[in-house]
């Protein structure tokens, strides 16, 4: 399984950037799906996640009405959207696969497979 994400970069406050995690030795429609970051001398915390069953989804509330998750199935892919970025965004951002789980979590522990992260960075 490997999972590798792009899109990542600096952005002014204000700004957009959409995030790409692509997939292979794992069928993405089948597994829960989440978006998580690290900022320097934090703990890694969800954003946001998808359920395989219903792409119900989830997010955080610092990022609620800025950021959008989706799937695309034909392209093995998941992405994370991201609009009117703050500086409190800056962080590396990582996707992750829950393998045993099909609801959407921000259980951190549950989830198996990470990619290797992409930098984000907010700033003027």
């Known amino acids: 399984v490997r999972l590798v994400e792009s899109g990542g970069g600096l952005v002014q406050p204000g700004g957009s950037l959409r995030l790409s995690c692509a997939a292979s030795g794992i069928t993405l429609h089948y597994h829960a799906l989440g978006w998580f970051r690290q900022a320097p001398g934090k703990v890694r915390e969800g954003v946001s996640c998808?359920?395989?069953?219903?792409?119900?989804?989830y997010y955080t509330d610092s990022v609620k009405g800025r950021f959008t998750i989706s799937r695309d199935s034909a392209e093995n892919a998941l992405y994370l959207q991201m609009n009117s970025l703050k500086p409190e965004d800056t962080a590396v951002y990582y996707c992750?696969?829950?393998?045993?789980?099909?609801?959407?979590?921000?259980?951190?522990?549950?989830?198996?497979?990470w990619g290797q992260g992409t930098q984000v960075t907010v700033s003027p």
């Open positions: 992750a696969a829950a393998l045993q789980h099909e609801r959407c979590t921000l259980n951190r522990p549950l989830y198996d497979s």
């Open positions: 998808i359920s395989s069953s219903d792409n119900s989804t």
